[in-house]
């Protein structure tokens, strides 16, 4: 992309080897890096900066810096995610629970003994249906007790989960 200047002002953007025109009217082409004209000259636009972590762009304009045109983001903080919020795919999650020594066979043997009833039923299709795995479901955090597993600990390898498979946003 190239911006076409006039002195120290954008007058319009131009894309390589395309026609563009002047104020006067008049046509040129094609369009190249370092084309000028008396007051007029065409400049590459330079990318803009890196985004940093944390923030994210909610505007992008061409804008003269040290003399060239450059691409300028308009940055806005990024509210912070908490890992524990962020769900587990299935794979993920029977993965996490491998690690703590907690396997699938465990736990459908822990719902088979379950007294008969809605809770047991609502547990066979969570542990049969679910697609994914959230830290503040119920039968979770039941069948975390039940293997003796600590809400802290439980936390902590939800975010070693959801650090080791990059499941954060952004």
């Given at each position: ?90 794979l993920e999650f029977w993965l996490a629970a491998a690690e703590v020594s907690v396997s699938k066979w465990g736990i459908r043997d822990r719902i088979a003994d379950m007294p008969e ?54």
């Amino acid at each position: 992309m190239l911006a076409l200047l006039k002195n120290d002002t954008i007058l319009s953007v131009v894309d390589p080897g395309a026609w563009f025109s002047l104020p006067n009217g008049d046509q040129v082409s094609p369009a190249f890096h370092g084309w000028h004209a008396g007051e007029f000259r065409l400049a590459e636009v330079q990318p803009a900066e890196e985004v940093p972590s944390g923030k994210r762009v909610v505007a992008t304009s061409i804008e003269l810096v040290a003399g060239q045109p450059k691409h300028v983001n308009t940055l806005e903080d990024v509210a912070p995610v908490d890992p524990l919020t962020i769900p587990l795919p299935r794979l993920e999650f029977w993965l996490a629970a491998a690690e703590v020594s907690v396997s699938k066979w465990g736990i459908r043997d822990r719902i088979a003994d379950m007294p008969e009833g809605r809770e047991k039923h609502e547990a066979i299709a969570w542990f049969e249906e679910a697609k994914q795995y959230r830290r503040n479901d119920p039968i979770l955090n039941a069948m975390a007790d039940l293997e003796g597993i600590p809400p802290e600990q439980l936390d902590a390898l939800w975010i070693w989960a959801v650090q080791t498979w990059e499941l954060m946003p952004g």
